[in-house]
């Protein structure tokens, strides 16, 4: 299963991105929930970055199941307003998916614990 895990500030402000864990589907290669997942996920990131001009904080492995993208602490508040839309916008979509395949994907969405480090 897909896990999302979406951390965010007290304030509910979008902090973190975690996607791990594969679809299981279908075959490796053809497993549509997967595509759509990696669609929209690298979409959006790639969106960032070439839209606002923000390199996210990336880590992912080599070999998929696992992709986590944080702002920048350091943006300023019109490029980090951009950012958000364009990171809640994707969460919009997962959630979209998740609907028709809750069985293959799960969106957690919580409040975080406390201030950036």
């Given at each position: ?36 997942v ?27 199941g ?52």
């Amino acid at each position: 299963m897909i896990q999302v895990q979406v951390k965010r500030t007290h304030e509910r402000e979008l902090q973190t991105v975690t996607i791990t864990g594969h679809a299981e589907a279908g075959p490796y290669g053809y497993d549509l929930i997967c595509a759509g997942v990696s669609a929209v996920t690298f979409g959006a990131v790639n969106a960032v970055e070439e839209l606002c001009g923000v390199a996210l904080d990336i880590e992912q492995s080599e070999d998929g199941g696992y992709l986590s993208c944080s702002i920048p602490e350091s943006i300023q508040n019109n490029s980090r307003e951009q950012v958000t839309l364009l990171l809640e916008g994707m969460l919009s979509s997962l959630r979209t998916i998740e609907a028709s395949y809750s069985e293959h994907i799960q969106v957690n969405d919580r409040q975080g614990g406390g201030k950036r480090a």
